[in-house]
């Protein structure tokens, strides 16, 4: 069974930085493993639906970010743990959220159905 495991979260104020990590466990189905697959990092505020905000493509190739946090995230992977970690700078209240990880075959942030095997979340808050 796939699985993973959010966490990180917490509270900082505004400028301050936070670092999420996603634990991936059970992605051996059918043959694929964890380098078979995109992880995306979404984020969902209170009243509001679930936004793709990063992702890491399979095997860690390459990374995409929507223009919110350009330039403040960062995303990273570290195969051999089966670990993504995500670094988060500079940032704003606007940023509060709770926080998932999604595994996917593509990175196709505006496409949140394709991902699956969330976790239960992390909450971020950034106090003003």
């Known amino acids: 069974e796939v699985q993973l495991v959010e966490s990180g979260g917490g509270l900082v104020q505004a400028g301050g930085s936070l670092r999420l990590s996603c634990a991936a466990s059970?992605?051996?189905?059918?043959?694929?493993?964890?380098?078979?697959?995109?992880i995306g990092w979404f984020r969902q505020a209170p009243g509001k639906g679930r936004e793709g905000v990063s992702c890491?493509?399979?095997?860690?190739?390459?990374?995409h970010y929507i223009d919110a946090v350009k330039g403040r995230f960062t995303v990273s992977s570290d195969s051999a743990k089966n670990m993504v970690y995500r670094q988060m700078d500079s940032l704003k209240p606007e940023d509060t959220a709770v926080y998932y990880c999604?595994?996917?075959?593509?990175?196709?942030?505006?496409?949140?159905?394709?991902?699956?095997?969330w976790g239960q979340g992390t909450q971020v808050t950034v106090s003003s």
């Open positions: 999604g595994a996917a075959r593509l990175c196709r942030l505006g496409q949140t159905a394709l991902f699956g095997a």
């Open positions: 059970g992605l051996t189905l059918g043959g694929f493993h964890f380098d078979d697959y995109a």
């Open positions: 890491i493509s399979n095997g860690g190739g390459s990374t």
